[in-house]
């Protein structure tokens, strides 16, 4: 009997060879095609589909696989020569009108699994309704997934090649003057973590003063020197040590499909995500001027909500993940939208986290106001009240396990935690538990992978292991 199928936090994701097999994958590709059968109009469907894919193991193989499904069901294609950053099949979306995108990559998961992305004619996460909708039309057997040869619907025009760079590079220029970066005279390192994000800001940023050095840009699907091409410690750390020894001005890492930047200042020290989402919020605000809705999910960090206040623009809080955030951007028009796992998009974009812009606003920020990573950090303490200290644990917890823990956390009532006062618990996504002197304390279930992550955010840097700790406990992991 074949396996079942199901879309996780972002996209259907599995262990290679396991429940991810090309049966599996052409499964899910029908699955999509009879959504878009479905929802758009037959006079519509020659606008087509784009598809990309990771540096994963048989990645442009499984890529190959959707393109003959895809094509199978009349659907036509446009597929990526090269493995392509996530932000940049999403943008080819847009620009091409396309109906959509099917991306495969496991995004930041180990080297063991791979994935299946789907993205919306605007190039964001399909909303959870429509996934609910995309599983319920996945055959339970490979013999219902229609197919066409890839040779043969190249040769009838039903898989076609397109250069999906240039068009998203073209469209970088409306959205940042990458020349005042290229003639700074900075020394950047880039770490792709062995992902899709090699050479990009090589691309863009050279032919000036600037220096750009990349560590980790060759294909590897074994993510030497990380557990995993996630752009948090300890999976960063390498990448660090070479800032370090090069004497870096900053430090740029795209996880595995390019989607997600994480930061290192002048030191070759780790800025954490919720600091860069603030970051670039006040980048957005201050020196760029722009005004516009901020959405960020609930396990990020109340920074935003102070700066809203302080600049007179809404904040939205969501549910984990991009099928979340995305619908919001659309609705409310936002200006920055993103989540605790460093994925930020922006107005102007498509409502998708984007790795490369993001990366390129940081160091927009620092030419622009003259100052080094740190003093960007105390720029943004000094708007907010001082400095937030956050910290994460991930456990890994057999999914079996999950209606008992569910069961147990929906049960939880904590008068206080690390001594605070609890004043509100919010379940939207999750456990969060609202202290009295504005932190937060969060326990939720992986939405991609079969983990529990216990989350905080307090501006008292002495307390945050003892919250992660009674955390834990809460969860009945201590």
Request: proline share 6%; aromatic share 8%; net charge negative.
């Amino acid at each position: 009997m074949s396996s079942i199928i199901k879309f996780g936090t972002d996209g259907w994701r599995g262990h290679i060879a396991d429940d991810y097999t090309f049966a599996a994958v052409r499964r899910c590709t029908q699955g999509f095609a009879n959504f878009l059968l479905r929802k758009f109009d037959p006079s519509e469907m020659q606008r087509g589909v784009v598809v990309g894919y990771d540096k994963r193991f048989d990645a442009e193989h499984f890529a190959d696989a959707v393109a003959e499904v895809l094509a199978g069901n009349g659907i036509p294609v446009m597929l990526c020569p090269t493995a392509t950053p996530t932000p940049v099949i999403s943008y080819n979306v847009v620009a091409r009108k396309a109906l959509g995108a099917v991306n495969l990559t496991a995004s930041h998961n180990p080297s063991t699994d791979a994935g299946f992305k789907v993205r919306d004619e605007h190039g964001g996460a399909i909303d959870p309704e429509g996934l609910t909708i995309i599983e319920s039309l996945i055959p339970e057997n490979e013999a219902n997934a229609h197919r066409i040869p890839l040779e043969q619907a190249k040769a009838i025009g039903l898989v076609r090649i397109i250069d999906a760079a240039d068009t998203y590079l073209e469209h970088l220029k409306d959205l940042i003057d990458v020349q005042p970066i290229i003639n700074a005279g900075l020394k950047i390192v880039v770490d792709p973590m062995w992902g899709n994000g090699a050479g990009w800001f090589t691309r863009i940023l050279s032919g000036g003063k600037t220096e750009i050095l990349e560590v980790h840009n060759q294909r590897n699907p074994l993510f030497p020197e990380m557990t995993r091409p996630e752009p948090i410690p300890p999976n960063v750390d390498a990448g660090l040590a070479y800032a370090r020894q090069v004497k870096s001005d900053a430090t740029l890492i795209t996880d595995g499909d390019a989607d997600r930047v994480g930061f290192g200042d002048e030191n070759g020290e780790f800025v954490d995500q919720l600091r860069v989402y603030g970051l670039l919020a006040l980048y957005l605000l201050k020196v760029r001027g722009e005004r516009g809705p901020i959405v960020k999910t609930l396990s990020t960090t109340s920074m935003l909500d102070k700066l809203g206040k302080k600049y007179n623009v809404p904040v939205y809080n969501t549910g984990v993940g991009f099928k979340y955030v995305a619908p919001k951007m659309l609705e409310v028009d936002a200006m920055i939208g993103g989540e605790e796992s460093g994925g930020y998009a922006f107005r102007g974009n498509v409502p998708e986290r984007d790795g490369i812009l993001a990366g390129l606003y940081l160091l927009d920020f620092m030419v622009k106001t003259g100052h080094t990573p740190t003093q960007l950090l105390n720029d943004l303490f000094a708007e907010v009240g001082g400095p937030h200290y956050y910290d994460r644990i991930d456990t890994r917890f057999p999914d079996e396990h999950r209606p008992e823990a569910k069961k147990r956390m929906d049960a939880a009532n904590p008068k206080r935690i690390a001594g605070l006062k609890v004043v509100s618990i919010n379940r939207t996504d999750g456990y969060k538990f609202n202290l009295e002197d504005g932190g937060w304390l969060l326990v939720r279930f992986s939405g991609t992978e079969s983990i529990i992550r216990v989350y905080c955010e307090t501006m008292n840097k002495g307390i945050v292991p003892k919250l992660l700790q009674e955390g834990l406990e809460i969860a009945g992991l201590a």
